[in-house]
């Protein structure tokens, strides 16, 4: 089966209206025939339900090549709960420590690549 490039995005929004998730989710085909996936993830705060959103971190993540299946499922048909609550919760906290200077790039990164990973196998692939 050919490669077909994918490119989707998902924004989740905290039940308290002060925190933004933006998940891209990017699929790039190379020459040889091979797939690769990215995500971009961004992280904005608002003091207020009403204020503007402000720009907290964005990162560039390659996905884990293990979790392509669940990289395709996520595109094809959303982020799951789980996925949601990952995002919102160690995601964007290893996000913020990485802003802080408590916690290192990778780190960050590591934690928005699992949002990929805690994909529940029982959800829509």
Not at 48 to 72: G, I, R
Not at 89 to 108: C, E, I, M, R, S
Request: charged share 20%.
């Amino acid at each position: 089966m050919p490669c077909t490039p994918v490119s989707v995005s998902f924004e989740v929004i905290a039940n308290d209206r002060l925190m933004k998730i933006s998940f891209g989710l990017n699929k790039v085909c190379n020459n040889d025939g091979s797939s690769a996936w990215d995500i971009d993830f961004e992280l904005d705060e608002r003091t207020t339900p009403t204020a503007d959103f402000e720009l907290v971190v964005k990162l560039k993540v390659d996905v884990n090549d293990k979790y392509s299946s669940n990289a395709q499922a996520t595109a094809n048909n959303g982020l799951d709960t789980s996925q949601t609550a990952y995002a919102l919760g160690p995601a964007a906290t290893a996000a913020q420590d990485y802003k802080n200077g408590v916690g290192t790039l990778g780190q960050a990164q590591t934690y928005a690549n699992n949002v990929i990973a805690v994909r529940d196998p029982s959800s829509p692939s």
